[in-house]
């Protein structure tokens, strides 16, 4: 257990709608990453949000956005959903941006129909 | 930018073998190296890892050196089990100082245990 929790823990949406996935972060940690992990592959980078604030983006289209909170839970959102989008998103928790041991979650599972 | 390069997967062994699982990465400069392990069905769990050349990580009797000099990370255990099942991931993470970058991963191995 690293008590970084996700929710939902599935969820099937069409293609154009747009989605929202919860984290909640461990207790202590005020940074949040997100990861995009499709069947079969590794999971990507996303973007960081520390201090409520995005601090690092990976190669992803604005169509991805987040959102981090005071308690420092974290929103991701995705609009416009495409097939491609279809994959496992992991949100990983740290102590500081620095801090580079990241503690996941067990992710949300979704599925673009 | 950085790149992570694990052995292709599967890899099957027998309970009680011996393991290697072979990683290399790319970096300018000095990254973190981690070994995560993803079980079916789950998120992913930090195995061990090391932050600077010659670094041993060991964790459940896995053990990992950062060999600086040919950039690898290689994971071994001396005596594996059906437990050991899942996919196994080598990311590092280097702070590019513009901003965080994440970890990077490569595809990860998938490991089977037969008993």
């Known amino acids: 257990e690293t008590g970084v929790t996700q929710s939902p823990t599935h969820l099937i949406k069409t293609r154009g709608q747009q989605v929202t996935l919860r984290c909640s972060s461990q207790?202590?940690?005020?940074?949040v990453s997100w990861y995009q992990q499709a069947l079969g592959q590794g999971p990507q980078f996303i973007f960081q949000y520390y201090r409520e604030e995005e601090n690092g983006r990976g190669n992803f289209p604005p169509r991805f956005s987040g959102l981090q909170f005071p308690n420092y839970s974290s929103e991701l959102n995705v609009n416009a959903l495409e097939l491609d989008d279809s994959a496992l998103y992991l949100c990983?928790?740290?102590?500081?941006?620095?801090?580079?041991?990241?503690?996941f979650g067990a992710g949300t599972r979704l599925s673009v129909l | 930018g950085n790149s992570v390069t694990q052995m292709e997967g599967p890899v099957t062994l027998s309970e009680e073998a011996f393991l290697t699982i072979n990683c290399t990465y790319t970096?300018?400069?000095?990254?973190?190296l981690f070994w995560y392990v993803q079980y079916p069905g789950e998120g992913l769990q930090l195995l061990l890892k090391a932050t600077k050349a010659d670094d041993k990580g060991s964790n459940k009797g896995f053990e990992a050196t950062y060999r600086k000099e040919t950039t690898s990370f290689h994971l071994e255990k001396g005596s594996v089990q059906v437990s050991d099942s899942a996919v196994y991931f080598c990311p590092d993470f280097e702070y590019s100082g513009g901003g965080a970058d994440g970890l990077t991963f490569g595809k990860g191995t998938h490991l089977i245990i037969q008993p």
């Open positions: 990983a928790s740290s102590l500081g941006s620095f801090e580079n041991i990241q503690y």
């Open positions: 970096a300018t400069g000095y990254p973190s």
């Open positions: 207790s202590g940690h005020n940074t």
